[in-house]
């Protein structure tokens, strides 16, 4: 069993610390830090703020189309009807992935072939014209158009053959889809986080591509203008012959908010080593570098895998220092005894109860000062990841009003803005999500944008995206 992590308090640490400079009277200063960070990373980031070969959605695209999806345990087949901003789900078929299932290599490719031969009535969907066909990669990519792609690394429990690496993904697909009879063509490949912006967008007309779940990211639009020009040159010519007046922007959002780690709590320190550098470098790095290796603040404060584990590392220290339970571990439920196992439901259903937590806590004979101070627990982790979460979107939506790529004062100006979202963390956890509205809405009212903000669920995005990127022109 892998052992528990026990805190080793130096001072006396306190629930309240994380919402001790993060909190809702701070929501100016944390979302101009990050406003300056986000202009900074597009003007010269390699590695956040990264330009796409994606178009924004006319909004006319229509048509019928084939979808792949490859997530990080699903594989998913759909046929798609677009018509105007709606969608019908023709057909979709789903497969979970085992360890055996993840060797990318030429056999990979054909059993995909052979999945769409058996879509029943396959050709009733399509006449006898070619399949146009969109693929939604959940991985690293190296695009060279819209259609094209290399595979260069995965992830994931994934892994390249000798036979697919480095090689194109369109030509991969198109040499399965032959060899197997299939007459279709590759058209469209996007990344699984800019898919929720396009769908979102031509669903909605969502400004930004949220995705909250086991990570955090985001996708948007920018004016082309604000690339510095070696970025242009090596992430957006490569790609465009002509016109690039606007970019969709993967921003890789959890890299950002260095400035954070002068605000971390005992327990962030635990998650990760670079929050305690905070009189170092990352201090003063606005967006991610090399220099401290894969540091994620906003991801670490924000995304369900983090909440989660900081919630079990909150929990394990009180009960250690005989503020809950009677300072015993024991009957404790399993998933606090091993990291990064308490999940998002069991987090809610702390914070739900109402002082009537499920059976599996009774042996623990939880008291109602224990139920108090689970509670506080929770809502003091939700509330900093809300702020940090509310002040990343409002930098965002700031950017965009700044670069022109949303119109804050035009036609329809008394309509929030709409921010497009997935995951399983804002969807179901409720209290959250409605923590991360407030901050929207106090961000509006304090005039930091021009517009009210809301989130809006974005179904099957990763499907849509992939197919309106088939119909979208370049």
């Not at 909150?314 to 503020?323: E, H, W």
């Not at 009537?356 to 003091?380: M, R």
Request: charged share 20%; hydrophobic share 40%.
């Amino acid at each position: 069993m892998v052992p528990v992590l026990t805190p080793q308090f130096h001072s006396s640490p306190s629930v309240s610390d994380f919402t001790a400079f993060i909190n809702r009277s701070n929501v100016v200063s944390m979302t101009s830090n990050l406003y300056e960070s986000y202009k900074e990373a597009i003007h010269s980031s390699n590695v956040s703020m990264y330009c796409t070969n994606s178009s924004t959605p006319t909004g006319n695209e229509s048509g019928t189309c084939l979808v792949v999806e490859l997530g990080g345990s699903t594989l998913r087949i759909a046929v798609l009807r677009l018509e105007k901003r709606k969608y019908e789900n023709l057909f979709q078929r789903d497969w979970t992935l085992t360890e055996s299932d993840k060797v990318i290599d030429l056999k990979f490719f054909d059993k995909i072939a052979q999945k769409i031969m058996n879509i029943p009535s396959l050709r009733s969907h399509f006449r006898n014209d070619t399949i146009r066909i969109g693929i939604s990669w959940s991985f690293p990519l190296e695009q060279t158009s819209s259609s094209q792609a290399v595979l260069q690394t995965m992830g994931k429990g994934f892994r390249l053959s000798e036979s697919t690496h480095g090689q194109d993904l369109k030509t991969l697909f198109e040499n399965s889809f032959k060899s197997n009879g299939i007459d279709a063509s590759v058209e469209s490949i996007i990344n699984d986080s800019v898919a929720v912006f396009v769908a979102g967008n031509y669903l909605e007309s969502c400004v930004t591509g949220l995705v909250v779940g086991t990570g955090v990211n985001c996708a948007l639009v920018v004016d082309g203008k604000m690339i510095g020009l070696q970025k242009s040159q090596e992430q957006i010519r490569p790609l465009r012959e002509g016109n690039f007046d606007k970019v969709v922007l993967n921003s890789e959002l959890g890299f950002f908010g260095g400035f954070l780690c002068q605000h971390s709590t005992i327990w962030d320190k635990m998650l990760h080593e670079n929050w305690a550098l905070h009189h170092s470098v990352q201090t003063n790095q606005p967006h991610m570098t090399l220099a401290l290796g894969c540091f994620q603040p906003i991801e670490m404060m924000c995304s369900g895998r983090y909440i989660g584990e900081l919630t079990r590392l909150v929990i394990l220290s009180l009960i250690d220092s005989k503020q809950l339970f009677k300072g015993s571990r024991q009957n404790i439920p399993s998933a606090f005894n091993v990291p990064y196992s308490l999940g998002g439901a069991i987090v809610s259903e702390i914070y739900e109860s109402e002082g009537h937590l499920p059976e599996l806590w009774a042996p623990l004979a939880p008291s109602q000062e224990d139920y108090q101070i689970l509670f506080k627990v929770v809502d003091s982790i939700i509330e900093r990841a809300s702020v940090v979460l509310g002040c990343a979107i409002i930098a965002l939506l700031k950017l965009s009003e700044f670069s022109a790529t949303i119109d804050p004062t035009g036609s329809g100006s008394c309509r929030p803005y709409r921010i497009g979202y997935v995951g399983s963390v804002l969807k179901y956890f409720k209290p959250y999500r409605e923590k991360v509205e407030m901050v929207l809405n106090l961000a509006s009212k304090l005039q930091i944008i021009n517009r009210p903000a809301s989130l809006i669920y974005i179904d099957d995005s990763n499907l849509v995206g992939a197919a309106v990127s088939v119909f979208t022109p370049e």
